[in-house]
């Protein structure tokens, strides 16, 4: 599907603050950027660079006071995302060599903490795409979806805990499940068509068989027209704006049409 | 100034032929893409990647037929080139690591037959800016810009010695020219506004005092209102399209117009 | 200082066993690996890569029964560190990009948990090295060395509640404290000559001024004679050995010795 | 079989001269280094950085006057090196990305001026290891090893026309004859047990099948216990040593020999 995806920014801050946005999809395999804007109201100088995951990242000083960032992109996307449930578990020793750091925990995806859990949920199923599936289900089932119950500090130790959560709550705890058993687990911000509300989204992919996969443990229904726009070993990583200073975020809005 | 550049390029391809495309200008410093568009007829799989230069490639294979592929951005650049003639050469161990691939000696810019040329030029200027200046006046003084004088495997020791060339050859002459004096020297192609007649460009870069300064040989003055694409060590690395088989360009046009 | 350094791991695997080692110091900046020896027993085959920090790793699969490291080193040390008091902290769009990645919080170094605690800490310090060094040196004094009382999943957070803990944690409470006021911090592995008792050794790097400086908090005095073996945000990305199945670390023996 | 090789080189400075070495084997598949040695006399400050290809480089300023390089590794080997006729030529659209760079031309290896030389030698050779191994071969039985008949500055193109040259004008045809029809090959220099006289060595790989195959055209039979020391597109990226300025190279000794 083509779709018309994107967000508007408005930052007021009180004195002039280094900001890092990553607010850039590129191309790649599943996704083609057709065309895209970016501007930044006053205009103001930016870097722009790839942090070690691949990411486009733009780098800037936002000037005293209104500050907006307007970003949208028409990008083909696939319509439904891939369901593998014979893809098998690949032994660590095989695993390509810079997928190995995805099987660390991380600030908010603490696996050395869950492996009793992740045991639990997945019982004898068959290594691989099947326990992350059970993984992904158990959670969907599991934890509750509620704006306001968490916060930029909360890990998946936390949501495991309280079982109730956001979509970066849920993909934290996908992805420290997975690793718990030694499954390669990333994660992935963008857009979701239809999303509801409409929102920039959170899900994981895991490496299973030869290659990365889409979850998602907000959703019933295994779903494509996504658009990614970073990944990372979690939220610390992919944060679509990372500011060092007074920056306050007044308004935001974002879209995902269909593009005729 | 705020530019609209692009260019279209057309294939007929007598089978599937793969291709690498680097048509994708980045944000940078002293360049900000605000809008561009990247469309590729009939519509083709793609998969996007960073060289070690830091260049985005699109890779696909065209279909049979006909290919049309169609860039356009709107970039904010910078009205001037800077100018410092008291930029000092920097000696070898204090270069950035990355930097130092740039004095090497590359397919086409054979700086270790060009030394005795290089002291020539450059007489008793002051290490730095000034030398790289002499080779970049001496270039656009002594070589006669002409098309369908070189070709693919013309190198800077044969355009030395003709003293007649394009762009491409006045580029790869003043790389070697600098590398034969430990400068570190890398091609850079994009869009020139104002190039008559308009085409895709290809200019050099050398790296003097704490970072890379431009450099026109085929220009009388300095100008800015650059938009660059690609760089690398030379011609082979910043290709605008590599093909791997039977693949025709019929027509290209490029376009560079102010935008209001 | 000429220092001799190095470990034996003895190991016992139920069944073969990935294995990542991360055993093998670099010469860098500060200090210059005149011999090195890597073996184990039995004989095994091994691929070592350089992971996204430099680091070498080396990965294989241990045999089932006994398995055996040997690594030994013989390298030039700096007899000191350097001391700066009047290093300046480094504002967040001067950093160069691949430092960026350490102003992140991760997963033992919870810094945006913990900015109260670095204020209370810092005072009125000059930003910059007097704020790291007065980090350091409120751990030294507030958080009691013993072995056994945390474990590997203990966070900065945690040390910083308990106030007690080993090299690892004191490093990672620094990590933390200084990432919470936008100075980058990274974890180092490595060995420390006359550490008593004799052990591998964690300690922490800030960014300031131009550079990285070494900081200590299990310690006095600033001590030289350190050999690095691995950088990375946490104790995640610097695990001398990841294990990923029955694997059980019998013995381990560690030395550094004057190298005459 | 177990190796203990190594080099000493002599310089003499008339001033301190920048001096990049690449001396230092890693280990990787097909090679394990269980010890080594690396001195400089006298004791000189030297950074150590991986280069694009992974390469280890030993960077410094060598002292006026005289200068030694001493380093020796014993190094795990394989006896033999693998031969597969039936692996085959891989399309460009299914190589790994970081593969393509070596399909380009570069300065020793014209690719783009050695087709036409290259479909006579290959006949109708099924594509991929058998025509690597008839370009190999037509080298070996082709162009005659002679010390003294090429030197720094000789390339593939001249190698092809005069038929004389040492490993060095070898390896860089085969490489550009293989690339010439888009098979990727590179460039290593390492040792080789029982070369004769003694001295480094230089060979090439091909990419074919799913993995880089070793081709020596200096040698009538595939013959393993090789250690590769450096990776690269052709010398220019392999220098042992790179200078930037007055410095001699007044002695070089060479040793491999089999280690008990």
Same mark, same amino acid.
């Not at 095989?94 to 750091?101: G, R």
């Not at 059970?134 to 509750?144: E, G, Q």
């Not at 979850?215 to 295994?222: L, Y």
């Given at each position: 599907?083509?779709?018309?995806?994107?967000?508007?920014?408005?930052?007021?801050?009180?004195?002039?603050?280094?900001?890092?946005?990553?607010?850039?999809?590129?191309?790649?395999?599943?996704?083609?950027?057709?065309?895209?804007?970016?501007?930044? +109201? %006053?205009?103001? =100088?930016? /870097?722009?660079?790839? @942090?070690?995951?691949? !990411?486009?990242? *733009?780098? $800037?000083?936002?000037?005293?006071?209104?500050?907006?960032?307007?970003?949208?992109?028409?990008?083909?996307?696939?319509?439904?995302?891939?369901? +593998? %449930?014979?893809? =098998?578990? /690949?032994?660590?020793? @095989?695993?390509?060599? !810079?997928?190995? *750091?995805? $099987?660390?925990?991380?600030?908010?995806?603490?696996?050395?903490?869950?492996?009793?859990?992740?045991?639990?949920?997945?019982?004898?199923?068959?290594?691989?795409?099947?326990?992350?599936?059970?993984?992904?289900?158990?959670?969907?089932?599991?934890?509750?979806?509620?704006?306001?119950?968490?916060?930029?500090?909360?890990?998946?130790?936390?949501?495991?805990?309280?079982?109730?959560?956001?979509?970066?709550?849920?993909?934290?705890?996908?992805?420290?499940?997975?690793?718990?058993?030694?499954?390669?687990?990333?994660?992935?911000?963008?857009?979701?068509?239809?999303?509801?509300?409409?929102?920039?989204?959170?899900?994981?992919?895991?490496?299973?068989?030869?290659?990365?996969?889409?979850?998602?443990?907000?959703?019933?229904?295994?779903?494509?027209?996504?658009?990614?726009?970073?990944?990372?070993?979690?939220?610390?990583?992919?944060?679509?704006?990372?500011?060092?200073?007074?920056?306050?975020?007044?308004?935001?809005?974002?879209?995902?049409?269909?593009?005729?």
């Amino acid at each position: 599907m083509r779709l018309e995806a994107g967000c508007e920014l408005v930052f007021e801050a009180t004195a002039p603050t280094p900001l890092i946005l990553m607010l850039r999809p590129r191309s790649g395999s599943g996704q083609w950027v057709l065309r895209e804007e970016y501007t930044l +109201e %006053p205009t103001t =100088p930016v /870097v722009e660079y790839t @942090d070690s995951y691949g !990411n486009l990242c *733009q780098r $800037l000083v936002t000037p005293q006071g209104h500050f907006r960032v307007y970003t949208t992109a028409c990008v083909e996307t696939a319509d439904t995302i891939d369901v +593998e %449930p014979a893809a =098998p578990y /690949v032994p660590v020793q @095989d695993l390509p060599e !810079n997928v190995l *750091q995805f $099987l660390l925990p991380s600030r908010y995806c603490e696996a050395d903490r869950l492996g009793e859990l992740a045991s639990e949920i997945v019982g004898d199923r068959a290594p691989g795409y099947e326990q992350v599936e059970a993984i992904r289900h158990w959670i969907h089932t599991n934890v509750t979806y509620q704006y306001g119950t968490s916060d930029a500090s909360t890990s998946a130790a936390e949501t495991a805990a309280k079982k109730i959560g956001v979509c970066r709550d849920f993909a934290h705890l996908g992805i420290a499940l997975c690793r718990s058993f030694s499954i390669p687990a990333r994660m992935v911000v963008g857009y979701l068509y239809q999303l509801d509300p409409m929102d920039l989204h959170a899900w994981f992919e895991a490496y299973i068989g030869d290659r990365w996969f889409t979850f998602d443990a907000t959703q019933t229904e295994p779903r494509g027209n996504r658009i990614a726009i970073a990944y990372g070993r979690d939220a610390t990583d992919v944060a679509l704006a990372t500011q060092y200073g007074p920056l306050t975020l007044k308004t935001m809005r974002v879209w995902v049409n269909v593009k005729a």
